[in-house]
């Protein structure tokens, strides 16, 4: 088990940017397997990003690729979202996440398998 803390989430304008954070306490090196998803008002929680904590591979959502950047600070515990470009359909809670075991892009679909959740940071982009 781990704990994780969103913060960053903000009110925007669209076309601005935002940059969010996790930073990751208890034991995560029993964490292999990150995660940022999100939730938009009357939508289901969706995948934004899997990452996987040994390597430089990240798989994003399709509907993201080429706005958000995931990076890591590893000696600080901390992994970013950077966003660019924001849409009014970005607006959502934000959240981070953390399992071990395997890690794919195919748990963009499948975040049941994610024990350990931060509280959310709220996006809100206004047109």
């Known amino acids: 088990q781990v704990q994780l803390v969103e913060s960053g989430g903000d009110s925007v304008q669209a076309g601005g940017s935002l940059r969010l954070s996790c930073v990751i306490s208890?034991?995560?090196?029993?964490?292999?397997?990150m995660g940022w998803f999100r939730q938009a008002p009357g939508k289901e929680r969706e995948g934004v990003a899997i990452v996987p904590t040994t390597t430089t591979t990240i798989f994003y959502a399709d509907s993201v690729k080429g706005r958000f950047t995931v990076s890591q600070d590893k000696a600080k515990n901390t992994m970013y979202l950077q966003i660019d470009s924001l849409k009014p359909e970005d607006t959502a809670m934000y959240y981070c996440?953390?399992?071990?075991?395997?890690?794919?892009?195919?748990?963009?679909?499948?975040?049941?398998?994610?024990?350990?959740w931060g509280q959310g940071t709220q996006v809100t982009v206004s047109s």
């Open positions: 996440a953390a399992k071990g075991g395997t890690c794919a892009g195919r748990y963009l679909r499948d975040d049941q398998w994610f024990p350990d």
């Open positions: 208890g034991n995560p090196r029993s964490r292999n397997c």
